[in-house]
């Protein structure tokens, strides 16, 4: 049973460039939720989708969007990239809106220059 | 809005020690609580959750007890081994929520 699967697994991007990352949801799992991580620190919450809609948001700008598919699977787009925006970005899955267990995936390390 | 406070790192311990990380939160409503790890280059697993006051989970060894009345959930395991090192981190979810909200994470260090 394959895992929460993220491509790429390292990006290195100038400022002002745009960058998609992708996301394989958990096997039957419905819901996918973006987290970053910053060097030193906790992830924080920037969106989840569940039916291919934004169902929460975190405290992150608009640059920052995503997508979900018909297959689940979920890309996140962050456009006009910021030296700030260098972190370790998670994709989680779980079931029916995330009430049940999150599982994260390995994440994309994005390096921005 | 909801918090939660750990331990700073990181704690540096000799195999067979006894293991203590802290972690207290902040929320409003009644939240599910968490510890995840971290390995190095990898991302997060659930270590273990208590869903209500008084609960204990547990996990290879690792244990947490959820104490509503001092809003705490401390990680404890009596005798830590190498492969333990790793990054740990406490979170929760409220009750209204699905989202997860973590802590900045305490790094373990053991030593043979």
């Known amino acids: 049973d394959a895992g929460v699967t993220q491509s790429p697994t390292h990006l290195i991007k100038t400022r002002g460039q745009q960058v998609t990352l992708r996301c394989s949801p958990k096997s039957g799992h419905d819901t996918v939720s973006w987290y970053q991580q910053a060097l030193g620190q906790g992830p924080q919450f920037i969106f989840q989708y569940y039916e291919e809609e934004e169902r929460q948001r975190g405290n992150f700008p608009d640059r920052f969007s995503g997508h979900q598919f018909p297959n689940y699977s979920s890309e996140l787009n962050v456009n006009a990239l910021l030296l700030g925006d260098s972190a370790l970005y998670l994709c989680?899955?779980?079931?029916?809106?995330?009430?049940?267990?999150?599982?994260f995936g390995p994440g994309t390390r994005l390096t921005v220059t | 809005g909801d918090s939660v406070t750990q331990m700073e790192g990181p704690v540096t311990l000799s195999e067979e020690a006894f293991l203590t990380i802290n972690c207290t939160y902040t929320a409003t409503g009644y939240p599910s609580l968490f510890w995840y790890v971290q390995y190095p280059g990898e991302g997060l697993q659930l270590l273990l959750k208590a869903t209500k006051a008084d609960d204990k989970g547990s996990n290879k060894g690792f244990e947490a007890t959820y104490r509503k009345e001092t809003t705490s959930f401390h990680l404890e395991k009596g005798s830590v081994q190498v492969s333990d090192s790793a990054v740990y981190f406490c979170a929760l979810r409220n009750s209204g929520y699905s989202t997860l909200t973590f802590g900045k994470g305490t790094m373990l260090l053991v030593s043979p």
């Open positions: 989680a899955s779980s079931l029916y809106g995330g009430r049940y267990e999150q599982y």
